[in-house]
């Protein structure tokens, strides 16, 4: 359990109550085949909309043609009823996980054809209301944003997109049939091609209803444009929501991490809040034990909000932020009122020297964790510290508290220490701000 992340506990925000209250879902992707125990509890206590990480894809219903296996797929739409949960329906055709017959398999122009509709009407007339959205196309596009060469693409042309919504539509009027991608999340080559496609789809009077934005994202590379690119696409007539979000670091995660990756949650939150066409969030699994990122980026992870333990991380709560809850929780500071900052260097050698920092909240509330911020005079570097996590970019140093020193009463102080280098001069820094508030030097 990292620092400030508070355990689960009875005052813990429901993520679905506010979502609801917010006009929004908020969902997670799920293995059908954990459903049980904690697993289960959380995902229909947090959850209003499931989406099946596997179990709907045509590889898992039809392994063998024209035999299939709709267990996983009908253990999750109706543990979905059971819960009062939307499920979104994913996905029908995709170039990855197709079964092995259809993968490898020669079949002339017209008979792919057949298959492909075929298929789309069979899995979607099975969970005929029953489905509020479905990833009809997955992922048809290049990093550049032309068309992705899969089977489909390079035996049918474009059209195949069209005759798989047109079949969807035909097999469930009431289901919101999405194209979905990854990549797309910004402005950028990507997105512009599928702005394209959705604008080319649209004039062809093809019935798609939403364009999905996975959101796989990386620490720090949170595209700024997400906001305005959800936007341009509502604003061509579709509803647009985010469908695979999680956002994933190198690890051992730091608690400065967590706590980045917490404000990154609530910005991808927010954003879709922001437009009004965007109809909800769902992230890529809701636990750290149950994410495809440690398989596909060795040395990756921790990309969801909860930990492997089903211990709520701070993104859990950047999230219900969002959302528009008030209760604190993960690393919410409080308000910075008044501080004040002692620097002192303890000793100094040729090249090194340790100093010690004391933090003081001279406000009137109390600060629930912190950062503190300063930019070097002389050129020094941090090369190694207690009590805090601290780390550097050029000459901006930032120190994030200890599990154990977060918490600062009105009138208190936090203290830690480390070791730098200096050649030249070793001036101490003359500004402080701790969570952005400027602090007086004492
Ligand atoms: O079920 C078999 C198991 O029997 C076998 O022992 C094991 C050995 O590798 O593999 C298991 O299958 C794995 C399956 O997940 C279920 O766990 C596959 O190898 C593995 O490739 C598959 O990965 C899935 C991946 O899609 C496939 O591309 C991930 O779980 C799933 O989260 C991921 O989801 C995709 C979305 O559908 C589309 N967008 C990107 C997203 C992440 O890649």
């Given at each position: ?374 930019t070097w005079p002389s050129g020094q570097s ?10 550097q970019?050029g000459t901006?140093v ?22 730098g280098a200096w050649s030249g001069g070793n001036t101490?820094p ?13």
């Amino acid at each position: 359990m990292v620092g400030f992340a508070a355990p689960a506990h009875a005052a813990d925000p429901v993520l679905r109550d506010l979502a609801t209250a917010k006009g929004t879902y908020y969902g997670t992707a799920v293995t059908g085949s954990k459903l049980t125990g904690t697993y289960g509890s959380v995902t229909g206590a947090q959850f209003d909309s499931i989406t099946p990480g596997n179990e709907m894809k045509w590889g898992s219903v039809e392994p063998t043609r024209g035999s299939f296996n709709w267990a996983g797929a009908d253990g999750i739409v109706n543990f979905a009823e059971a819960h009062g949960q939307k499920v979104r329906g994913h996905t029908l055709v995709w170039h990855s996980q197709m079964p092995n017959w259809l993968a490898n398999g020669t079949f002339s122009d017209a008979e792919l054809r057949t298959i492909t509709t075929g298929h789309v009407t069979t899995e979607v007339a099975r969970y005929k209301g029953r489905i509020d959205h479905w990833d009809v196309v997955n992922e048809p596009l290049n990093e550049d944003g032309t068309m992705r060469a899969s089977k489909f693409y390079t035996q049918l042309g474009e059209s195949y997109i069209a005759d798989a919504f047109r079949a969807a539509r035909a097999a469930d009027p009431a289901a919101k049939l999405y194209i979905n991608d990854y990549n797309t999340d910004g402005t950028g080559a990507k997105s512009n091609g599928m702005y394209s496609l959705v604008q080319r789809l649209k004039a062809q009077g093809v019935p798609i209803d939403g364009v999905g934005f996975q959101g796989h994202l990386i620490l720090g590379q949170v595209p700024s444009t997400l906001q305005a690119n959800l936007q341009r696409f509502a604003d061509l007539g579709v509803d647009v929501a985010i469908t695979e979000l999680d956002i994933r670091m190198t690890l051992p995660a730091t608690d400065a991490e967590l706590a980045q990756q917490k404000a990154e949650f609530k910005a991808v939150t927010s954003a879709c809040l922001a437009v009004t066409r965007c109809k909800g969030v769902t992230v890529w699994g809701f636990t750290d034990s149950d994410s495809w990122i440690p398989d596909v980026f060795p040395g990756q992870g921790a990309a969801t909000p909860y930990d492997a333990n089903f211990q709520p991380k701070p993104a859990y709560y950047g999230i219900a932020e969002a959302l528009g809850w008030t209760g604190g929780g993960g690393g919410d500071p409080g308000p910075v009122t008044g501080c004040a900052v002692s620097y002192a260097v303890q000793s100094q050698w040729n090249t090194g020297f340790t100093a010690g920092v004391t933090v003081r909240n001279t406000g009137s509330s109390a600060i629930d964790g912190w950062t503190l911020k300063w930019t070097w005079p002389s050129g020094q570097s941090v090369t190694s510290a207690w009590n805090a996590t601290v780390s550097q970019s050029g000459t901006q140093v930032t120190a994030v508290n200890a599990a154990h020193n977060g918490a600062i009463a009105a009138g208190g102080s936090a203290t830690f220490g480390f070791n730098g280098a200096w050649s030249g001069g070793n001036t101490a820094p003359s500004t402080f701000t701790l969570n952005g508030a400027a602090c007086t030097t004492a």
